[in-house]
């Protein structure tokens, strides 16, 4: 593996919100030396989508921060990462991490925009500009010396924060150009966690399947195949007799307060043993045994219809109710009390709640414990819900007809990019619009706030483009 090279300079685009002025970058800030991190999708292990920490932003702020456009080279479908007062390239910096659709890697100058490194997988040139993308946010180690983050190759590689060399790469496919990574990576207890499904148009062969790698030593420790499980390891995804059951939704695997991980499969054959097709599944944080698994009663037609369970990954609401959406419009909330043990459970959900939405739901939800209240935060295609959540049951807040990507909840407030060329920002009690922020259209991305900053990338993956906008929102 080359080490990736040093880009000698940037592009920079700026613009402001309409009425401000533009950041010209002329004056770099130092480092925040007391800042906070946002580490992985959805801030934490659990997905959350909730931050505690404090952000150096109110509502009353936020509609005269400045806009700086990095231009990248690459679309970035999923979410920034962030790490304060990092040493990169022999001095201090706060950067902003992100993986292009076909698997370039930057570190971006969070202070003015700096392309201070990036890494290009050694098979770039064999997938750039094709179908065969990536949907990765990638995840920093809890030493904060390197994150990991992955490709359309089927490589999930550790890279070196101070240069962006790549330290080891580990396959978690047989087959790249069958099986995709189309979620986030996530880090638990020493290890990297990934999952794969398929492409657009779910041309077989393909399984969904959890892989477990030791982050400092990049060996593939465990392998769980949602189709044909009982048999452990990557598989050749030809040989085995199922294809479908992706797991591609936006958080990808969820790992609770015990380190056991949470996916929800797509499309493809139930049968209670085997295959695990429209289900969600619990697994021990090696992925080696299943601890608790539910598919709904019409899982046939589910899987008939396209309307896959796994179009997001399930919310952990307490320590023993999750809650699954999925494209046939419905959320619901399950208790893991008694899905447990080795018996396949069909049915038998707490409660089924219907969306407000005709459009499917693609998103990842948010929860937020504040107050002695649990809150649930969806948005889609249509609209952005909150509900509250008590007794294994949500009884809706507040609805408002604005769409949004995975939300997310920082200083207080709830921030949802509408990919129309819109980033909300929410009073989450209420519903009520504090600021909207100007910006580019989009797909799947979603922003991160940390240290008086917003990031958020704009673009579709299936434009196939090899070019891209990071917004980086600052104070004047």
Known sequence: MTRSTLLLGFILVACSNPGRGTDTGSTTPPPVTNGHDWTRFNYDEARSGSSPDAIGLTAAVIPTMVRQQVAIDGVVDASPIYLHDVQVNGASHDVFFVTTTYGKTLAIDANNGAILWRFTPPTYTQYAGSARIANVTPVADPDRTAIYSAAPDGNVVKLAVADG????????????QSEKIASALNFSHGHVIAVTGGYVGDAPPYQGHVS????????????????????????????????????????????DANGNLFVATGNGNWNGTTNWGDAVIELDPVATRVLANYTPSNTSTLDASDFDLGSTSPALLDASHVVQGGKDLYLRVLDLQTLGGTAAHKGGEVQSVSLPSDEMM?????????????????????????WTYGAGRLTEAWRVLRAGTSPIVAGGLLFAYDPGGTLRVYDPTTGHEVADLPCGSGHWNSPIVADGRIALPEGNANSHSQSGILNIWRLP
């Open 212 to 255: 477990v790698i030791d982050a400092a030593t990049g060996q593939l420790l465990h392998t769980w195949n949602s189709l044909c499980s009982d048999r452990a390891g990557l598989i050749t995804p030809s040989s085995c007799s199922a294809s479908g059951s992706a797991i591609w939704g936006r958080a990808g695997a969820v790992v």
């Open 165 to 176: 060399h790549a330290v080891w790469s580990t396959a978690i496919t047989a087959s790249p």
């Open 362 to 386: 693609f998103t990842a939800l948010a929860v937020l414990h504040q107050s002695g209240t649990t809150w649930l935060f969806e948005a889609d295609k249509a609209f952005t819900v909150a």
